[in-house]
């Protein structure tokens, strides 16, 4: 059997970053760098990486980087070739003509609401969503995130969430699965939990900021009311979705860095710099030295 193709992903990216101020008061926490690609740049990697053809950017007030990133940089590159400078190091921040678009949260009711304003681009075809805080690396030699779970979605359709096994005094930080039949790296879902008591919990597989969901989704969000925090919540809209469509969960082989805390940010940039041949064994050895 066939589905439909997974071309688009929408990208909701209108938070304020209130974490990380004052480093967020004018640069889009999105654009901060892990080492020398901002945040948003390893989400896009892993999308095109998984045949994803256009990039759709929620946006908010101050947010026109994001979209201005992926633009041509004319006067750098022309300051560059001058130079001698190698281009190359340009290409994965280069899009086409209609590869990114951006539309506007204009206020900040929540996820569910940052994806059903990107409705109208989605139109009537399934789509992934990256949570760019959650920064999902491929183990070596592997592939990514969104490609592991396109692969899936070829094979079973409906909607797909991304799950990691974290242990079970953790699990009530997150959003929680609860599983069904479990076939390799897939499992099927069969609801899901919000925080709960690590008692209640059904399980220890926790969402993971990745997702491929049916257009219907939009039509659910479209009349869904406000939940937890007084937002209109994605989580929400996907229950209601569980047993009308299929509904499955893939535990992604790879590791996953929570980037919406500081603590994470530096752990992510320090595991990417560890891994990078230029420059691994320098800051290994660093490291080893500020640990004395």
């Not at 101020?21 to 892990?34: D, I, N, Q, S, Y």
């Not at 490609?147 to 979605?153: D, F, G, I, T, W």
Request: glycine content about 10%; charged content about 25%; overall charge negative.
């Amino acid at each position: 059997m066939s589905f439909k193709p997974i071309r688009k992903a929408v990208f909701p990216v209108a938070g304020l970053g209130t974490r990380f101020l004052p480093a967020t008061k004018v640069v889009p926490k999105e654009l901060l760098p892990v080492v020398d690609r901002p945040l948003i740049q390893y989400a896009v990697d892993e999308a095109r990486e998984a045949g994803i053809e256009q990039m759709i950017f929620v946006t908010g007030r101050g947010k026109t980087g994001i979209v201005e990133h992926f633009d041509i940089a004319f006067e750098l590159e022309q300051t560059m070739t001058e130079r001698g400078k190698d281009l190359s190091v340009l290409d994965c921040a280069r899009a086409t003509p209609g590869d990114v678009i951006a539309v506007r949260q204009q206020v900040p009711l929540g996820l569910g609401h940052a994806i059903w304003c990107a409705r109208a681009i989605v139109g009537d075809e399934p789509f992934a969503i990256f949570l760019p805080d959650e920064l999902m690396v491929a183990r070596a030699g592997g592939t990514g995130c969104m490609k592991q779970m396109v692969e899936a979605y070829n094979e079973v359709g409906g909607n797909l969430i991304s799950v990691l096994e974290v242990p079970m005094e953790q699990v009530s930080s997150y959003g929680v699965i609860d599983p069904g039949e479990v076939r390799g790296a897939l499992t099927e879902v069969r609801g899901l939990v919000e925080k709960p008591p690590r008692a209640e919990a059904p399980s220890n597989k926790i969402v993971s900021g990745r997702y491929i969901l049916q257009p219907e989704v939009m039509r659910v969000l479209e009349n869904q009311g406000k939940g937890a925090g007084g937002e209109i919540q994605l989580t929400d809209a996907m229950a209601k979705m569980i047993g009308t469509q299929p509904f499955h969960a893939v535990t992604f082989d790879g590791n996953r860095y929570d980037c919406g805390s500081k603590v994470g940010f530096v752990e992510a940039t320090l595991a990417i710099a560890l891994a990078r041949p230029d420059m691994g064994a320098e800051v290994r050895a660093i490291a080893l030295d500020l640990l004395k």
